[in-house]
């Protein structure tokens, strides 16, 4: 689609010359039956996903009757067969009527626009639904009493997971965002690791009830899928995270630059800030670094790095904040 709405809008802004030739023409009638047959295909699986899903039929059902009725104005716009007639008994064309040319591409852009946002909301939907089949199957395995049950409910499971493995993977996919796709990657990768944890970990604790390191390796598992379920949801979603909390630089090095003056303005005024400020605005951006330590994009060599750099700058503020609590 992307290739054709170049082309409309080459068409769009074409000079108008007092002579086309018949070559142009004919490119000009091309484009146009390629951008309806596009349309086409486009609309046809905007409307088997409105017979799949109800409660979107009815807007669906619309944006698609939208962009077929804009994809046929643009064919019919560019119908011209003869450089001696552009325009055959009284109809518009392309070279006669621009504006609605105009028209019929806005309509398209914006029906199209709308049956990829309704789709996106489908592809959303499932992957939410998809999550809490997940998290209803994992309270049922957190809470039975035999290894046996256990591997019943866990066989289930098994299959949600890889349904959701797969809705995720498709998304993780689509996204353009590059952060985003390194936290999609990274969540899902705990998921997996954790699946396979899972077993174990509650293995040992029903056959070792009163051992109390089994049961805080257990919860341990648990806990971590539940944390990367609710991260995949936030990535899919756009949502942030405790909407109270304190509202960090767009970017590590932003972050690293406003740190680094707070420091530095301890030199002018030393009562300015408080320590507790100071060890706040470094854990934000220790928070800021899971993003790179916790992608599968990151090597283990460079994930270490990050994580004792970390380790060395708490250090280091700590003895700032000794030296300055006896200046």
Not at 227 to 236: C, G, N, P, W
Not at 256 to 278: C, M, N, Q, W
């Amino acid at each position: 689609m992307d290739f054709h709405v170049l082309q409309i809008t080459t068409l769009i802004n074409h000079k108008d010359k007092p002579k086309k030739t018949e070559r142009t023409l004919r490119a000009i009638q091309k484009v146009g039956q390629a951008v309806s047959i596009a349309v086409g295909r486009f609309v046809t699986v905007g409307e088997a996903i409105a017979v799949e899903n109800e409660e979107l039929k009815e807007e669906m059902g619309l944006a698609c009757f939208e962009a077929r009725r804009a994809g046929d104005a643009i064919a019919q716009l560019t119908d011209v067969v003869s450089a001696e007639q552009p325009e055959l008994d009284g109809r518009a064309t392309i070279f006669s009527d621009k504006t609605a040319m105009v028209k019929a591409a806005r309509m398209l852009l914006s029906s199209v626009t709308k049956v990829l946002v309704l789709a996106d909301r489908i592809v959303i939907k499932q992957i939410i639904t998809s999550r809490n089949k997940v998290l209803v199957t994992l309270d049922q395995l957190e809470t039975v009493s035999s290894f046996q049950e256990f591997v019943q409910i866990f066989s289930h499971f098994g299959n949600e997971m890889v349904e959701f493995a797969h809705l995720t993977g498709d998304r993780q996919n689509d996204l353009k965002d590059e952060k985003k796709k390194a936290r999609m990657a990274a969540a899902r990768a705990v998921l997996e690791k954790c699946t396979m944890m899972l077993l174990t970990a509650s293995k040992t604790c029903l056959r070792h009830p009163d051992c109390e390191s089994a049961r805080i390796n257990k919860d341990a598992v648990f806990h971590r899928m539940r944390f990367a379920l609710e991260q995949v949801i936030e990535i899919v979603t756009d949502a942030r995270p405790g909407g109270d909390a304190q509202v960090l630089p767009v970017n590590i090095y932003s972050g690293i630059k406003h740190f680094k003056g707070k420091v530095e303005s301890l030199r002018d005024e030393l009562y300015a800030l408080t320590p507790e400020t100071l060890h706040s605005h470094l854990e934000g951006i220790g928070e800021q670094t899971q993003d790179f330590t916790d992608s599968a994009y990151t090597s283990h060599e460079h994930r270490e790095s990050i994580l004792q750099l970390c380790h060395a700058a708490r250090q280091e503020l700590q003895q700032v904040v000794c030296d300055w609590t006896y200046a």
